[in-house]
């Protein structure tokens, strides 16, 4: 397969179109994780299909201070990531070619769930990311769209706005994909030191401590369902070497489905040992939210979750998350 490069709009509406257009949105500086996209995006098209990966350093989504300039731009290395990943077309618009009059005066808001988390470490962030959405869609026309689940408060927005203002297009998560030391796959990794690094991974075992903690007070509540709750119950729980809560079964049978205070607490563990490490981690959040509106889940809550986590190390900020199933109550 040999992948065409396109920089306009009308070079892309002239091929002909047969079967379903995926597209992939990227910033470029390309890696595994999004050749795991544009393989997603391969198989879901199938060989009728087309599939299209755009590079655009949206200048709209970086605030005062941050890495507009210094963000990798690698356009060769970019098209033969793609085209070995099954990409049809690699569009990679000029700025002119997407906001043909300078800065939009007209953009997509992200309302208040924009303004959360990282809309609230980084004013206009999500703004200016679902106005360029907005207009590739337009550009780009696919039938669907993949995001990676990482960025998992751009995806939650991108299919409110899809939603909201009735996009015909399809939205599709696609699974974070991890180094071999569990670091989630970033553009951003390439500026860490390997101090740096080894600090960094306090992210994923942060997550994964939360994780596991959550598996642990499930797997309690579902064999706690098992038995009645008498005695029978308090020797269950004990078989499974929970012995302070089985000295109180009614207790656990109230329970929190799954506890959500202990898993933040379990991630936060983690995270405040890496804060005093060399070099230090400087956490900018950790959250456990609705993935609907992304607000703090309380102790009643029942449903998706994610378990997200941002942090600074040296100067390079990484993001990371988990989701999360909380089962219902007993």
Do not use: C, W
């Amino acid at each position: 397969m040999t992948t065409a490069l396109l920089h306009t709009a009308a070079e892309l509406r002239a091929r002909a179109r047969g079967g379903r257009r995926a597209v992939v949105m990227t910033m470029g500086a390309l890696h595994e994780g999004h050749a795991t996209l544009v393989r997603t995006a391969r198989e879901i098209a199938g060989p009728d299909g087309e599939v299209v990966v755009t590079v655009f350093v949206n200048p709209l989504q970086f605030g005062a201070g941050e890495d507009l300039d210094r963000y990798p731009r690698t356009l060769e290395a970019d098209l033969k990531l793609a085209e070995q990943a099954g990409a049809d077309v690699v569009f990679a618009p000029s700025a002119d070619e997407v906001y043909p009059g300078g800065e939009p005066q007209v953009r997509i808001s992200a309302g208040p769930m924009g303004e959360r988390l990282e809309g609230a470490s980084r004013p206009g962030h999500f703004d200016g990311m679902l106005t360029v959405v907005a207009k590739l869609l337009h550009l780009t026309r696919p039938d669907l769209a993949l995001y990676g689940q990482k960025d998992a408060q751009q995806l939650a927005l991108i299919r409110r706005m899809v939603r909201d203002l009735n996009f015909g297009v399809e939205i599709v998560a696609v699974p974070t994909v991890r180094e071999d030391d569990g670091l989630a796959l970033s553009s951003r990794n390439r500026y860490l030191s390997p101090q740096e690094r080894r600090t960094a991974l306090a992210l994923s075992r942060a997550l994964f401590a939360g994780l596991d903690r959550h598996a642990a007070l499930e797997a309690l509540r579902a064999r706690a369902r098992e038995v009645p709750s008498t005695r029978a119950r308090a020797e269950a729980l004990s078989a499974i070497g929970e012995s302070r809560a089985a000295a109180d079964a009614h207790a656990v049978a109230k329970a929190v489905p799954g506890g959500p205070a202990a898993v933040r607490a379990a991630a936060r563990l983690v995270l405040d040992d890496a804060a005093r490490l060399d070099p230090p981690l400087a956490l900018d959040y950790l959250a456990l939210v609705d993935p609907s509106d992304f607000t703090e889940i309380g102790d009643d809550f029942t449903g998706e979750a994610v378990l997200a986590v941002a942090a600074r190390v040296g100067t390079t900020r990484l993001i990371d998350n988990i989701p999360l199933t909380f089962g219902a109550a007993l």
